[in-house]
């Protein structure tokens, strides 16, 4: 069995923001015994800052982009130092891996990546993964860590995806203000209700809350792969689920789930413009599972070229799909609206009767 544990900063530190070696050396314990037992441990963890912080001086985490960077620079080091530490204690070898969201976009990285992961596991070597925030800027971040965890489940088709938490779970209200909360203890599809009941938040060390973990479910889900959000200051709990026993917020993996390479066009790769598409188009793509050709095409946003990602919207602005495009955005505008049987006489050339072809065509709605 393949599992990717996320861990972050808020389980990795203290309220001020120091790095919390025994919680390290708890994660590094149970992680080493799955192992041993023949599970595939993936671990996406954060806490690159925050352990800068105490190395530079630093009272709280940066907010200049350069400074969280350099932040990021001198305490991935040492997270990576405490992780190694704890983990040789039961005989178990790790491995670093930094990546952005260009990594995963580019689909040569994203393949390179993925057999670097799975090569790392039949060695029997833990791989820990973080965002590389020493050159990731707004463009290239994946959001928080939560949304990389998702990836990477997707990336090497993972079993399962544990996600650990400050709290036990998805709760129906806030339950650090609301004592009358309950947790919500299995989730069979997701809504825009669901989604409301995790607001986003962010807090001193840590990015994105209850929310972000609610929305990295329906990502790794949609891939097919089983989601629990649990406590992960609760030691035994990666074992307890593993182990099949209810803990935390189960998220039900869909039915209808996507494929590796239509996971990553949903997901990894980023959109470089948008295509405005007509009523007719629309029905074509969501309705009829069909390519999409110039002449829905209303409007072209953006530079792109050929094989970039593009979102379609519909004429009320709604996302109703993202694919790869076999034009570029110039080559678009000349032709569209007009019948695939006039790109020749358009162009003087033509690549393809379609726009977007199905199979690299990903519906959002």
């Known amino acids: 069995m393949r599992i990717v544990v996320k861990i972050g900063s808020n389980l990795l530190t203290d309220k001020v923001g120091r790095i919390n070696q025994k919680r390290i050396h708890s994660f ?11 599970y595939e441990i993936v671990m996406v963890s954060s806490g690159a800052i925050a352990s800068g912080l105490k190395k530079l001086g630093l009272k709280s985490k940066p907010k200049e982009i350069r400074k969280k960077q350099a932040t990021a620079a001198v305490g991935q080091p040492l997270l990576m130092w405490m992780y190694e530490h704890y983990f040789l204690k039961y005989k178990k070898h ?14 040569i ?3 390179n990546a993925k057999n670097t992961i799975l090569t790392l596991l039949e060695m029997g070597i833990i791989p820990i993964i973080n965002e590389n925030d020493t050159v990731a800027t707004d463009e290239i971040k994946f959001g928080d860590n939560d949304q990389l965890a998702a990836l990477v489940s997707g990336l090497i088709e993972a079993n399962k995806l544990i ?15 609301d004592p009358e909360a309950k947790i919500i203890k299995r989730v069979k599809e997701f809504s825009k ?20 973990k609610v929305i990295a479910a329906k990502k790794a889900t949609s891939f097919g792969i089983p989601v629990h959000i649990v406590n992960g200051r609760k030691y035994g709990n990666i074992t307890a689920v593993i182990q099949g026993k209810e803990v935390g917020t189960f998220f039900e993996p869909t039915k209808d789930r996507v494929t590796s390479r239509k996971g990553w066009i949903a997901y990894a790769t980023r959109a470089k413009g948008t ?36 979102y379609c919207l519909d004429e009320h602005g709604q996302r109703i799909a993202k694919g790869l495009v076999n034009y570029s955005s110039c080559e678009i505008k000349l032709i569209k609206g007009k019948k695939s049987s006039e790109i020749e006489k358009i ?6 009767d379609e726009v977007i072809h199905r199979d690299n065509l990903v519906i959002l709605i």
């Open 275 to 310: 295509l405005h598409i007509d009523e007719g188009a629309v029905k074509a793509l969501v309705k009829n599972g069909k390519s999409l050709l110039p002449s829905g095409i209303k409007k072209v946003e953006g530079e792109f070229d050929v094989s970039d990602a593009v």
């Open 28 to 38: 590094a314990r149970e992680i080493s015994e799955l192992s041993k037992n023949s």
């Open 347 to 352: 162009l003087g050339y033509k690549y393809s």
């Open 109 to 111: 990285r994203y393949i």
């Open 163 to 177: 996600i650990l938490s400050d709290v036990d779970g998805l709760y129906t209200a806030d339950p650090k203000k």
């Open 94 to 107: 790790i491995a670093q891996i930094l990546l952005t969201r260009d990594d995963l976009s580019d689909r």
């Open 193 to 212: 209700e669901l989604e409301s009941l995790a607001k986003p938040t962010s807090t001193g060390f840590g990015t994105g809350g209850m929310y972000s």
